[in-house]
């Protein structure tokens, strides 16, 4: 039966194909993984999504862990509206990030299209929620000249629980955003609002949210992206779990020219390495910390307030999770998109120091991310896992940097690019890695060859040992120890000829499967006086006999001569 359905598929009789699986499902019992590819690229063609979903929600992953498969999905349906042909798109996506890896801009965005229907689903009831769990966390919003825009969001996830704890921080907004969000104090008793006495600038005003939170766990969000409750809940349980400095969701926005982009998180959950400590939170919205942990390091990364480079400096609370915990990418949306369309919080920000993306600007973030490593490594009583963790976000960024400057150079004096040297420090990465997986085969070699080369000697051992057994069975050697033998006394020497009739008698009757005989060992003296003992006796007629003592006395001559 499994080769006549595999037959309907080869011959792109789909819908027959799927029929009979339907039909017999017990089948799928005998599924090998291409069996199960097959099925789903079946049901694909015939347009059943609902079969797909419910196939890819219940398998183990390492069935789809096939390029040219997931890829064949993805480009398919990568350009589509459909919702449910964008859910397809949205669980192979996670397959393929987790087990192929490579970048792909046009799936990063059918992913990110889906996760912003996901996203209009969210917070739109409400929810019960234990207070236990309520006095573990909080929310964070920095926000300044947005009166609205802060408004709606703070409203949005009260209306999912009023108990949830709330604080604004506004940095001297003059829109009246104080005044108006101050009279929600009064109807929520854990929504607060704090005004700087002056415009601190946008670190700054992170600062102090982390420096006047309360709670185990703080939810740092923009004024226009409100918290997924329900999801946020779930990151929290997860931290707990894992005992995680930081948690990093899946970030989508509308980019406008663009369209909807994934611009930060993985689509699987995994561990944050050290030296992601960038691409993982250089979108400062969304990101959930163990607000413990900042709070006691914050100390150390407060002085870089006055830093240049300090457009970024947002980021440190990652780096202290990263290095004196860990973290993980969280495969949900931790909060929702823009609430409103144009220029995004940080893009104002951004424009007023001229851009991010100026290579004075790149390094004055470097500077600074170097400088706090250096400060740390002086002033603190550091781990050795922890020290190594800043060696890997040292060499991380340090690759980065070098790889923004080598470009700048060839880009700015292209005639002289000759003179400038550079590698890929990811490049470097593998490459190491492959040398350590080859000097790992070499030593595995050199120990099989070294057991090959004792099996070696052994086997010539037992080939030697054969071939002397083998040898001495032969005719000649028989026939001439038997002379040497019976040579010692006068009744030897009268029944010689029956001895040698016995053995010429035995020897035609025994079954010789190998004639050949080393040369060398045809030249001892035994298996000569055995050919010349038997050449004598097929001639005793003749006086063989009387010859033979005239030729062995020759060959006693000729084995001395070669001894000596």
């Given at each position: 039966?499994?080769?006549?359905?595999?037959?309907?598929?080869?011959?792109?009789?789909?819908?027959?194909?799927?029929?009979?699986?339907?039909?017999?499902?017990?089948?799928?019992?005998?599924?090998?993984?291409?069996?199960?590819?097959?099925?789903?690229?079946?049901?694909?063609?015939?347009?059943?999504?609902?079969?797909?979903?419910?196939?890819?929600?219940?398998?183990?992953?390492?069935?789809?862990?096939?390029?040219?498969?997931?890829?064949?999905?993805?480009?398919?349906?990568?350009?589509?509206?459909?919702?449910?042909?964008?859910?397809?798109?949205?669980?192979?996506?996670?397959?393929?990030?987790?087990?192929?890896?490579?970048?792909?801009?046009n799936?990063?965005?059918?992913?990110?299209?889906?996760?912003?229907?996901?996203q209009?689903?969210?917070?739109?009831?409400?929810?019960?929620?234990?207070?236990?769990?309520?006095?573990?966390?909080?929310?964070?919003?920095?926000?300044?000249?947005?009166?609205?825009?802060?408004?709606?969001?703070?409203?949005e996830?009260?209306?999912?629980?009023?108990?949830?704890?709330?604080?604004?921080?506004?940095?001297?907004?003059?829109?009246?955003?104080?005044?108006?969000?101050?009279?929600?104090?009064?109807?929520?008793?854990?929504?607060n609002?704090?005004?700087?006495?002056e415009?601190?600038?946008?670190?700054?005003?992170?600062?102090?949210?982390?420096?006047?939170?309360?709670?185990?766990?703080?939810?740092?969000?923009?004024?226009?992206?409100?918290?997924?409750?329900?999801?946020?809940?779930?990151?929290?349980?997860?931290?707990?779990?894992?005992?995680?400095?930081?948690?990093?969701?899946?970030?989508?926005?509308n980019?406008?020219?663009?369209?909807?982009?994934?611009?930060q998180?993985?689509?699987?959950?995994?561990?944050?390495?050290?030296?992601?400590?960038?691409?993982?939170?250089?979108?400062?919205?969304?990101?959930?910390?163990?607000?413990?942990?900042?709070?006691?390091?914050?100390?150390?990364?407060q002085?870089?307030?006055?830093?240049?480079?300090?457009?970024?400096?947002?980021?440190?609370?990652?780096?202290?999770?990263?290095?004196?915990?860990?973290?993980a990418?969280?495969?949900?949306?931790?909060?929702?998109?823009?609430?409103?369309?144009?220029?995004?919080?940080?893009e104002?920000?951004?424009?007023?120091?001229?851009?991010?993306?100026?290579?004075?600007?790149?390094?004055?973030?470097?500077?600074?991310?170097?400088?706090?490593?250096?400060?740390?490594?002086?002033?603190?009583?550091?781990?050795?896992?922890?020290?190594?963790?800043?060696?890997?976000?040292?060499?991380?960024?340090?690759?980065?940097?070098?790889?923004?400057?080598?470009?700048?150079?060839?880009?700015?004096?292209?005639?002289?690019?000759?003179?400038?040297?550079?590698?890929?420090?990811?490049?470097?990465?593998?490459?190491?890695?492959?040398?350590?997986?080859l000097?790992?085969?070499?030593?595995?070699?050199?120990?099989?060859?070294?057991?090959?080369?004792?099996?070696?000697?052994?086997?010539?051992?037992?080939?030697?040992?054969?071939?002397?057994?083998?040898?001495?069975?032969?005719?000649p050697?028989?026939?001439?120890?038997?002379?040497?033998?019976?040579?010692?006394?006068?009744?030897?020497?009268?029944?010689?000829?029956?001895?040698?009739?016995?053995?010429?008698?035995?020897?035609?009757?025994?079954?010789?499967?190998?004639?050949?005989?080393?040369?060398?060992?045809?030249?001892?003296?035994?298996?000569?006086?055995?050919?010349?003992?038997?050449?004598?006796?097929?001639?005793?007629?003749?006086?063989?006999?009387?010859?033979?003592?005239?030729?062995?006395?020759?060959?006693?001559?000729?084995?001395?001569?070669?001894?000596?």
């Open positions: 039966m499994i080769f006549k359905i595999r037959d309907m598929y080869n011959d792109k009789k789909y819908q027959e194909f799927v029929n009979m699986l339907e039909r017999y499902p017990e089948i799928q019992k005998s599924f090998s993984y291409e069996d199960w590819r097959n099925y789903l690229n079946g049901l694909l063609f015939c347009n059943n999504f609902s079969k797909v979903l419910s196939i890819l929600q219940n398998s183990e992953n390492e069935i789809w862990n096939d390029e040219i498969f997931l890829t064949s999905i993805l480009n398919k349906y990568y350009k589509t509206s459909n919702e449910l042909e964008l859910q397809v798109v949205y669980h192979i996506f996670s397959l393929y990030e987790k087990f192929i890896g490579k970048f792909n801009f799936y990063r965005c059918a992913f990110a299209r889906y996760n912003y229907i996901l209009s689903k969210t917070n739109t009831r409400f929810l019960e929620i234990s207070q236990e769990n309520l006095s573990e966390f909080e929310i964070l919003i920095p926000t300044y000249q947005r009166r609205d825009i802060v408004k709606a969001t703070v409203l996830i009260l209306s999912i629980n009023p108990k949830i704890k709330i604080t604004v921080f506004d940095n001297n907004s003059e829109d009246g955003t104080f005044d108006e969000l101050s009279k929600l104090i009064s109807v929520y008793e854990n929504f609002i704090l005004k700087n006495s415009n601190l600038g946008f670190a700054r005003n992170v600062c102090n949210c982390i420096k006047y939170s309360t709670r185990k766990y703080i939810h740092l969000i923009s004024d226009e992206n409100p918290s997924i409750v329900a999801n946020v809940l779930e990151g929290v349980k997860l931290m707990k779990e894992k005992k995680l400095g930081v948690l990093s969701g899946i970030y989508v926005y980019h406008g020219k663009l369209g909807t982009i994934l611009a998180g993985k689509s699987f959950e995994s561990q944050i390495k050290p030296q992601e400590f960038f691409d993982s939170s250089a979108y400062f919205t969304g990101l959930l910390f163990d607000g413990e942990l900042l709070r006691k390091y914050l100390y150390t990364y002085p870089l307030l006055e830093h240049p480079g300090n457009i970024y400096w947002y980021i440190f609370p990652t780096i202290i999770a990263l290095i004196f915990s860990n973290g990418y969280f495969d949900c949306n931790l909060i929702r998109g823009n609430v409103i369309e144009g220029e995004r919080f940080l104002k920000e951004n424009r007023n120091i001229g851009g991010t993306w100026g290579l004075i600007t790149k390094w004055q973030q470097y500077h600074m991310f170097m400088s706090f490593f250096d400060n740390l490594k002086k002033t603190e009583q550091l781990k050795q896992q922890e020290l190594d963790n800043i060696h890997q976000m040292i060499q991380g960024r340090s690759a980065v940097m070098m790889k923004i400057l080598f470009h700048a150079a060839q880009s700015e004096f292209p005639q002289y690019k000759e003179y400038f040297s550079y590698f890929d420090y990811s490049e470097k990465m593998a490459l190491d890695r492959e040398c350590k997986i000097k790992s085969m070499l030593e595995k070699i050199k120990n099989d060859v070294n057991v090959l080369d004792s099996d070696k000697k052994a086997l010539n051992n037992i080939l030697k040992n054969y071939k002397v057994q083998e040898y001495r069975n032969d005719l050697f028989q026939v001439g120890l038997a002379m040497i033998r019976n040579s010692k006394s006068i009744f030897g020497y009268i029944k010689i000829f029956f001895v040698i009739s016995d053995l010429i008698e035995k020897y035609k009757n025994e079954d010789k499967q190998n004639d050949i005989i080393p040369s060398k060992n045809k030249e001892c003296f035994t298996y000569k006086l055995g050919e010349l003992t038997l050449k004598a006796h097929n001639t005793w007629y003749k006086g063989g006999y009387i010859n033979l003592y005239f030729q062995v006395k020759k060959l006693k001559k000729e084995i001395q001569k070669k001894g000596n």
